[in-house]
């Protein structure tokens, strides 16, 4: 909750450019967890063959829908900024 209301505070930022380098490092952030917890439960998978515990394929599970979340989050922030910024700067033909 306090992830959402920090992404609408910065929504309203008046400097887009640090909407858009946040939201460029959320998609780093994401993209790193997504390599990290992935590695982890292929390294797993292929020195056991199979999770034991079903909770421990569960929160591989989990773990990847977050890092996908933060991802996509991130995505929404760098295209919300960049948009900003682009309609900031108006056209000299207009």
Request: charged share 10%; aromatic share 6%; net charge neutral.
């Given at each position: 909750m306090r992830s959402g209301i920090g992404i609408g505070l910065l929504s309203g930022a008046k400097n887009k450019k640090v909407i858009t380098i946040v939201?460029?490092?959320?998609?780093?952030?994401?993209?790193?967890?997504?390599?990290?917890?992935?590695?982890?439960?292929?390294?797993?998978?292929?020195?056991?063959?199979?999770?034991?515990?079903?909770?421990?394929?569960?929160?591989?599970f989990y773990g990847e829908y977050v890092f996908l979340f933060v991802m996509v989050a991130g995505l929404a922030l760098t295209i919300f900024g960049v948009v900003s910024m682009q309609r900031k700067k108006k056209p000299a033909s207009q």
């Open positions: 939201g460029a490092v959320m998609i780093v952030i994401g993209i790193g967890g997504m390599i990290a917890v992935g590695s982890q439960a292929a390294d797993i998978l292929s020195t056991r063959g199979v999770f034991g515990n079903p909770d421990l394929a569960r929160s591989y």
